[in-house]
Nanobody, 125 residues
Framework: QLQLVESGGGLVQAGGSLRLSCAAS????????MGWFRQAPGKERGFVVA????????YYADYAKGRFTISRDNAHPPVYLQMTSLNPEDTAVYYC??????????????????WGQGTQVTVSS
């Protein structure tokens, strides 16, 4: 069983930065690809970024390109999400996810088997 625990959320002013962390059970970490989703108030969970395969490059939602960066050491947890140039529209609960590798990756939340409890990110204007 893979367990995911996020941390690093908080309140930040527009234009600021945050780094989220996702701690994972090391024993099964290497078998899964990792990613991040988010859910804003009143909206469905949406894709942020993920890896398609072990050792592959990440792919981002359009709004995240150039502002957000995911990183991981393939041998060791945790996984990080560095977020810069934050704006109020980035306010959401951010979830770390893990799923099986897929040839072209996935932006669909139901294709990720494991989810963390989420961490709140609030960006003030």
């Amino acid at each position: 069983q893979l367990q995911l625990v996020e941390s690093g959320g908080g309140l930040v002013q527009a234009g600021g930065s945050l780094r989220l962390s996702c701690a994972a059970s090391r024993s099964t970490f290497n078998s899964y690809v990792m990613g991040w989703f988010r859910q804003a108030p009143g909206k469905e969970r949406g894709f942020v970024v993920a890896f398609s395969g072990i050792g592959s490059s990440p792919y981002y939602a359009d709004y995240a390109k150039g502002r957000f960066t995911i990183s991981r050491d393939n041998a060791h947890p945790p996984v990080y999400l560095q977020m810069t140039s934050l704006n109020p529209e980035d306010t959401a609960v951010y979830y770390c996810v893990a799923g099986l590798p897929r040839p072209f990756g996935s932006r669909r939340s139901y294709e990720y088997d494991y989810w963390g409890q989420g961490t709140q990110v609030t960006v003030s204007s």
